[in-house]
């Protein structure tokens, strides 16, 4: 007794002595965090200068996307790159004042912390980029490493440098999804499915172990298209066939076998790279802009250039409002990223009531999401342009399923040759897990006075709420291509003919008579104008303001480099951890899979009825 007394006081005592490490550590981060906060608030921010013949370092990081998150000091604080984004504005914006500002000799693109744009915003970037150049200034791309997305961009310089070990594959687009039928099947799990339309693909991974024909026809039609208008544009770029961009892209291994395996070598040889050169080499290069003055010496930061560069707009009478619907459609109040049928509609009826707003562009970047919430959006559209305020819709990346739903009954409808369109269809998704319980040998059981009373997950589906749910969806169905075809005017058969969940770009939604016009945000602008009948105006984006707390940190983000700092702090504390998760393939595998789940979990609809374009979200991946 005496002994297990020892050995337990022994344990006791590692016990409180790792308790007492866990506090202190814990207090010493806290503390430090203290300091680094008081001593950024402390110091006074510099006055930013724009050197004469400087060099705009245009350098975006995270996704492109229309607006940014609102990141938190705990993001920051764990490194949590997932919120690190660019709002498209800003690299436009660069471009607009660099093209006019004598203090500016050149742009210089650095674009390796790019990691997600869609194919309508790199087009968009790209004519920036043209017009940028007709200024006769000069523009430069260089990196270690150029993904697809990051050449794109970087094909629109009058030169682009590479590093001798560095590498360029032209993938195309594409890629996999996960099926989980069979897996639900070995737990026990029926996925009751209730849908309307050939090709509503987002519910297939929990029925099928593969993607059915249909879908599969109509995604490859998508991105052929894509990947020719990709071709096209760096071909046109860099001054060669398309053909040859096709051959690097499909024949790369027999490029690099031809090449030694050396990766930078045939990107120069098939002249889709100017020159390698080492650190030092591209200092020389970019000294020689501008009379020869030390590059580093002369370079900004895009981040700081805006902020000595832009304008104060003073408000006016007559404005345009420009609202954004980012991201998936859910119920009630959802932060920037997503959207909640109550935060927009808030939004949107703020600008009913503004007498300056004389109409609205909806700049919408979204697969869907909730029908239920979709609809109401919609609804207080309408009663926007009851109010007299025209409505005009702009289609960023994507505006697909619920994204099209809420767009549908716009005055008009702008979208970008790439954009992603389309997917009218909506379908529902139950799983009971009736068999599961049964392998562990629980049963459900009880009495009821309807077919519906004992209706649950653990009991299993009858046939007859099976057919209200599918009732139910086909009713849905009919409202979807009913209100697409009031919004507009067309056939009910000739909307259901482009619907059935199928997706296209913007290119063949206006054959369809689905979009009105392709052009940008700023085209969108131009005609909400005209539909008003206004000429001297100012537009400006009507949006959620920030929380005392928000604000606070995003006025130490944007003014203090706060989120360098903590992210340094972040990193060395997660960073242990971080590499443990990621060396083991079974974790990576399971975050893959919850995270394509969690789309759906994490979406509500009263109704259970769900208009999503999932195809939408794994492309632009």
Same mark, same amino acid.
């Given at each position: 007794?005496?002994? *297990?007394?020892?050995?337990?006081?022994?344990?006791?005592?590692?016990?409180?002595?790792?308790?007492?490490?866990?506090?202190?550590?814990?207090?010493? $981060?806290?503390?430090?965090?203290?300091?680094?906060?008081?001593?950024?608030?402390?110091?006074? #921010?510099?006055?930013?200068?724009?050197?004469?013949?400087?060099?705009?370092?245009?350098?975006?990081?995270?996704? $492109?996307?229309?607006?940014?998150?609102?990141?938190?000091?705990?993001?920051?604080?764990?490194?949590?790159?997932?919120?690190?984004?660019?709002?498209?504005?800003?690299?436009?914006?660069?471009?607009?004042?660099?093209?006019?500002?004598?203090?500016?000799?050149?742009?210089?693109?650095?674009?390796?912390?790019?990691?997600? $744009? =869609?194919?309508?915003?790199?087009?968009?970037?790209?004519?920036?980029?043209?017009?940028?150049?007709?200024?006769?200034?000069?523009?430069?791309?260089?990196?270690?490493?150029?993904?697809?997305?990051?050449? +794109?961009?970087?094909?629109?310089?009058?030169?682009?440098?590479?590093? #001798?070990?560095?590498?360029?594959?032209?993938?195309?687009?594409?890629?996999?999804?996960?099926f989980f039928s069979e897996l639900l099947e070995n737990l026990g799990v029926t996925m009751h499915i209730f849908r309307v339309g050939t090709h509503k693909a987002a519910?297939?991974?929990?029925?099928?172990?593969?993607?059915?024909?249909?879908?599969?026809?109509?995604?490859?039609?998508?991105?052929?298209?894509?990947?020719?208008? +990709?071709?096209?544009?760096?071909? *046109?770029?860099?001054?060669?066939?398309?053909?040859?961009?096709?051959? +690097?892209?499909?024949? +790369?291994?027999?490029?690099?076998?031809?090449?030694?395996?050396?990766t930078s070598r045939v990107a120069v040889e098939q002249r889709l790279i100017d020159e390698l050169v080492t650190p030092t080499q591209l200092e020389l290069r970019l000294?020689?802009?501008?009379?020869?003055?030390?590059? =580093?010496?002369?370079?900004?930061?895009?981040?700081?250039?805006?902020?000595?560069? /832009?304008?104060?707009?003073?408000?006016?009478?007559?404005? &345009?409002?420009?609202?954004?619907?980012?991201?998936?459609?859910?119920?009630?109040?959802?932060?920037?990223?997503? !959207?909640?049928?109550?935060?927009?509609?808030?939004?949107?009826?703020?600008?009913?009531?503004?007498?300056?707003?004389?109409? !609205?562009?909806?700049?919408?970047?979204?697969?869907?999401?909730?029908?239920?919430?979709?609809?109401?959006?919609?609804?207080? @559209? /309408?009663?926007?342009?009851?109010?007299?305020?025209?409505?005009?819709?702009?289609?960023?990346?994507?505006?697909?399923?619920?994204?099209?739903?809420?767009?549908?009954?716009?005055?008009?409808?702008?979208?970008? #040759?790439?954009?992603?369109?389309?997917?009218?269809?909506?379908?529902?998704?139950?799983?009971?897990?009736?068999?599961?319980?049964?392998? &562990?040998?629980?049963?459900?059981?009880?009495?009821?006075?309807?077919?519906?009373?004992?209706?649950? /997950?653990?009991?299993?589906?009858?046939?007859?709420?099976?057919?209200?749910?599918?009732?139910?969806?086909?009713?849905?169905?009919?409202?979807? @291509?009913? @209100?697409?075809?009031?919004?507009?005017?067309?056939?009910?058969?000739?909307?259901?003919?482009?619907?059935?969940?199928? !997706?296209?770009?913007?290119?063949?939604?206006?054959?369809?008579?689905?979009?009105?016009?392709?052009?940008?945000?700023?085209?969108?602008?131009?005609?909400?104008?005209?539909?008003?009948? &206004?000429?001297?105006?100012?537009?400006?984006?009507?949006?959620?303001?920030? =929380?005392?707390?928000?604000?606070?940190?995003?006025?130490?983000?944007?003014?203090?480099?706060?989120?360098? =700092?903590?992210?340094?702090?972040?990193? %060395?504390?997660?960073?242990?951890?971080?590499?443990?998760? %990621?060396?083991?393939?079974? !974790?990576?595998?399971?975050?893959?899979?919850?995270?394509?789940?969690?789309?759906?979990?994490?979406?509500?609809?009263?109704?259970?009825?769900?208009?999503?374009?999932?195809?939408?979200? %794994?492309?632009?991946?």
């Amino acid at each position: 007794m005496s002994e *297990r007394s020892v050995i337990g006081q022994i344990f006791h005592f590692i016990g409180r002595s790792i308790d007492m490490v866990r506090v202190f550590l814990g207090r010493i $981060i806290f503390l430090l965090v203290v300091i680094l906060l008081l001593s950024l608030l402390m110091r006074s #921010p510099a006055q930013i200068q724009v050197p004469d013949n400087s060099l705009v370092v245009l350098a975006p990081k995270g996704a $492109i996307v229309e607006q940014s998150n609102v990141l938190s000091v705990s993001d920051l604080l764990l490194a949590n790159d997932e919120f690190v984004d660019t709002p498209i504005r800003d690299v436009l914006d660069t471009l607009m004042y660099a093209a006019e500002d004598e203090r500016v000799q050149g742009v210089v693109l650095e674009l390796e912390e790019l990691t997600s $744009i =869609s194919s309508a915003n790199m087009e968009r970037i790209g004519r920036a980029l043209d017009d940028y150049k007709s200024s006769g200034k000069a523009l430069v791309a260089h990196g270690q490493f150029f993904t697809q997305a990051q050449y +794109y961009l970087a094909s629109y310089a009058d030169s682009i440098y590479m590093h #001798p070990m560095g590498q360029l594959m032209l993938p195309g687009f594409g890629g996999s999804q996960l099926f989980f039928s069979e897996l639900l099947e070995n737990l026990g799990v029926t996925m009751h499915i209730f849908r309307v339309g050939t090709h509503k693909a987002a519910v297939e991974p929990f029925m099928l172990n593969a993607m059915s024909e249909e879908s599969r026809q109509n995604n490859q039609q998508l991105i052929d298209e894509l990947w020719q208008r +990709y071709t096209n544009q760096i071909a *046109r770029n860099r001054g060669l066939a398309v053909e040859q961009i096709q051959e +690097y892209a499909q024949n +790369y291994a027999q490029l690099l076998v031809a090449a030694n395996g050396d990766t930078s070598r045939v990107a120069v040889e098939q002249r889709l790279i100017d020159e390698l050169v080492t650190p030092t080499q591209l200092e020389l290069r970019l000294s020689s802009i501008g009379g020869g003055a030390k590059a =580093s010496s002369r370079s900004i930061a895009y981040e700081q250039y805006l902020a000595a560069s /832009v304008a104060i707009n003073l408000p006016s009478q007559t404005e &345009i409002g420009v609202i954004v619907a980012q991201g998936a459609i859910n119920m009630g109040e959802q932060a920037r990223g997503a !959207v909640g049928s109550d935060s927009l509609n808030r939004l949107i009826a703020q600008a009913r009531n503004d007498s300056s707003i004389k109409a !609205v562009v909806l700049r919408v970047d979204s697969p869907g999401g909730s029908a239920f919430a979709s609809e109401l959006i919609r609804q207080e @559209l /309408v009663e926007l342009q009851r109010a007299g305020k025209p409505v005009v819709v702009s289609m960023g990346g994507m505006a697909a399923s619920g994204g099209y739903w809420i767009s549908a009954t716009a005055d008009e409808i702008w979208a970008s #040759p790439t954009t992603i369109t389309g997917s009218i269809g909506i379908f529902s998704m139950i799983p009971t897990f009736e068999n599961t319980m049964e392998k &562990i040998g629980v049963y459900a059981d009880g009495v009821g006075t309807t077919p519906y009373s004992r209706a649950d /997950v653990l009991s299993g589906m009858n046939s007859e709420l099976a057919t209200v749910l599918q009732a139910s969806i086909e009713q849905q169905y009919r409202n979807f @291509l009913q @209100l697409v075809a009031d919004g507009r005017n067309l056939q009910v058969d000739a909307v259901d003919a482009v619907a059935q969940g199928q !997706v296209w770009t913007g290119t063949q939604a206006m054959a369809f008579g689905l979009v009105d016009n392709l052009g940008d945000l700023d085209d969108a602008i131009l005609a909400a104008a005209r539909l008003a009948e &206004i000429d001297n105006y100012t537009w400006r984006y009507i949006e959620e303001p920030l =929380s005392p707390g928000e604000q606070f940190a995003q006025e130490m983000i944007d003014n203090f480099s706060l989120q360098a =700092s903590l992210k340094t702090l972040g990193a %060395s504390m997660m960073g242990p951890m971080e590499r443990v998760l %990621s060396d083991n393939s079974n !974790v990576r595998v399971l975050q893959d899979t919850l995270h394509q789940a969690s789309r759906f979990l994490n979406i509500k609809d009263p109704r259970n009825n769900f208009a999503v374009c999932e195809f939408c979200v %794994s492309l632009l991946q």
